[in-house]
């Protein structure tokens, strides 16, 4: 029988774990249990949920100036203790510069809500006079949901935890947050830059556990926000249409790039494998199958193949080379069964794959591969690796058309000879984002612009520009009438109709 030390210092057998609802958590670098977590039973959350929506009411009555003047503390305290933070997700996710660059990009969003929010409030409450009637005026309330809950993944640990919440907060929601079980570490220190700001700890309550404290935050909360795979979006947007909530769901994607025949080729390699190889492909927007040109299939491609032998595992030292280890060992697994499938088909290996095991976790060297077609599961689910499988397209017709040929829809790519050659064909792809001339670009426009996931790829609206906040504000109309009232003869049958009501 395994041992295992749980945090809180006891010693405790795999079996006694189960039985007091200990969960082991493993490290991505080593492959072996080093924490553990101690879920909140449900009528625990069940307690928080009262809690954080008595503390809502005060925090929505004290108005948008007092929230943005907390959320800047907060974004203070995080930068504060921006390091500590990303230590701790660099266990969680064995990468060291993406978990120490995440927290100032999570303090940048605060900084960005706060400068926005006030103005996206004002726009949102109309008043004026009905069209029809023009002794009836109206006025707009902006109601908050009471309470939020964010269920969020393990691939972006402490960025995907906030994505919601920061513009919910600013809403006037309080907000109960479930990271991933897989990536927990992270939230002690997040805890910690909360704890030091009384007002928002009020409001703001991070919870660790799996998929039965995600239930138990489903049966809570006013409106949920869900960042994760299709599996669990589903059953989670059916819990939600039972209990009358809002689910607003971002799910997975299998983002198609377009290179043309006039693209450098040199640049489309370059964006390409940065699409697809950043964070070990582990980014729901990672560019997962690629659309080029036949003409320069094979020069593309070889230039592909050089850049991708060119980039290293982050092993043995977490601080140097360009891939960490798949953050979940199982994920290695499905990835390597994408990659057997395609190969079996007649796909090509050209570079890199399939998945080793080095002192015990799972690295994946950046892998192209030719002679691939939408029969293979790599052309058509998400694979969430480092994997960069390269298809031949005789006309623009058929690279919309195999690009559009998906049950996802989440971004995609163009890279062309020029902007206007991209333009247009980013325009006939079907997804809320598409990136011209680079890849991945979405990430940088998330509090300026509006997309709305298309097919399995999320539901409920943008989580991004002004909606990201106003999808957590339900309007009330305020419907005044100022002249007298018409009485039930002006309804009679037989009265003359009058010009207005
Ligand atoms: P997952 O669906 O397994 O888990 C996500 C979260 O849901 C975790 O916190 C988990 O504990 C919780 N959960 C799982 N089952 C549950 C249940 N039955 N009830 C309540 N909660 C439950 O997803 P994952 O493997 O952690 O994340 C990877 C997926 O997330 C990929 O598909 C990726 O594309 C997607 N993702 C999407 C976006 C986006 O913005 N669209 C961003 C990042 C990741």
Not at 25 to 52: F, K, M, Q, S
Request: overall charge negative; glycine content about 8%; aromatic content about 4%.
């Amino acid at each position: 029988m395994t041992e295992t030390r749980p945090s809180n210092g006891h010693h405790l057998d795999s079996a006694t774990a189960a039985a007091t609802d200990v969960l082991p958590v493993r490290n991505p670098r080593t492959g072996r249990v080093d924490h553990w977590i101690h879920p909140p039973r449900p009528a625990e959350i069940a307690g928080l949920g009262t809690a954080l929506r008595s503390a809502q009411v005060a925090w929505n009555e004290a108005g948008i100036g007092h929230r943005v003047a907390v959320m800047r503390r907060w974004a203070d305290v995080v930068e504060a203790n921006a390091a500590a933070i990303g230590d701790a997700e660099t266990v969680d996710t064995g990468r060291s510069r993406v978990s120490h660059e995440v927290p100032h990009m999570v303090v940048a969003a605060i900084r960005g809500w706060c400068d926005a929010a006030p103005a996206i409030l004002d726009r949102a409450r109309l008043h004026g006079v009905s069209s029809v009637t023009e002794t009836v005026g109206y006025d707009t309330e902006l109601d908050p949901y009471p309470l939020l809950g964010v269920i969020s993944p393990w691939n972006h640990p402490f960025l995907l935890s906030t994505l919601d919440a920061v513009p919910a907060l600013l809403a006037g929601c309080a907000v109960i947050v479930k990271p991933s079980e897989v990536t927990p570490r992270f939230v002690e220190p997040v805890a910690a830059s909360i704890a030091e700001v009384p007002e928002l700890a009020a409001v703001l309550r991070y919870v660790v556990g799996g998929p039965e404290t995600g239930q138990a935050i489903v049966d809570q909360v006013d409106a949920l926000c869900f960042t994760g795979s299709v599996p669990t979006g589903r059953a989670l947007a059916q819990a939600c249409a039972r209990r009358f909530i809002p689910a607003f769901l971002e799910l997975g994607g299998k983002d198609a790039a377009i290179v043309t025949a006039s693209a450098d080729l040199r640049r489309a390699a370059a964006a390409v494998l940065k699409g697809a190889a950043h964070n070990t492909g582990q980014v729901c927007f990672a560019t997962e199958r690629v659309y080029v040109d036949r003409s320069v299939h094979d020069e593309f491609v070889e230039e592909l193949v050089a850049q991708a032998r060119r980039l290293e595992l982050n092993h043995p030292d977490v601080t140097r080379g360009h891939l960490g280890p798949f953050i979940l060992g199982r994920q290695a697994d499905i990835v390597d069964a994408h990659l057997a499938d395609a190969v079996a088909r007649g796909a090509v290996v050209r570079c890199g794959g399939p998945s080793e095991t080095l002192d015990g976790g799972r690295y994946m060297r950046a892998t192209v591969l030719t002679g691939v077609d939408h029969t293979m599961t790599i052309m058509r689910e998400e694979t969430f690796g480092p994997v960069v499988p390269v298809q031949a397209f005789d006309t623009v017709d058929e690279a919309v058309r195999l690009a559009n040929d998906s049950d996802y829809g989440l971004s995609a790519a163009v890279i062309a000879g020029d902007e206007q050659e991209a333009m247009a064909i980013g325009r006939r792809i079907r997804a809320g984002a598409v990136s011209l001339m680079d890849t991945s670009l979405t990430i940088t426009i998330m509090r300026d612009v509006e997309k709305t996931s298309y097919g399995m790829s999320g539901l409920g609206g943008s989580r991004m520009g002004p909606n990201g906040m106003l999808r957590f504000l339900r309007r009330k109309a305020l419907i005044t009438r100022s002249g007298p009232v018409p009485d039930m003869d002006a309804l009679r049958e037989d009265a003359a109709a009058p010009a207005s009501t």
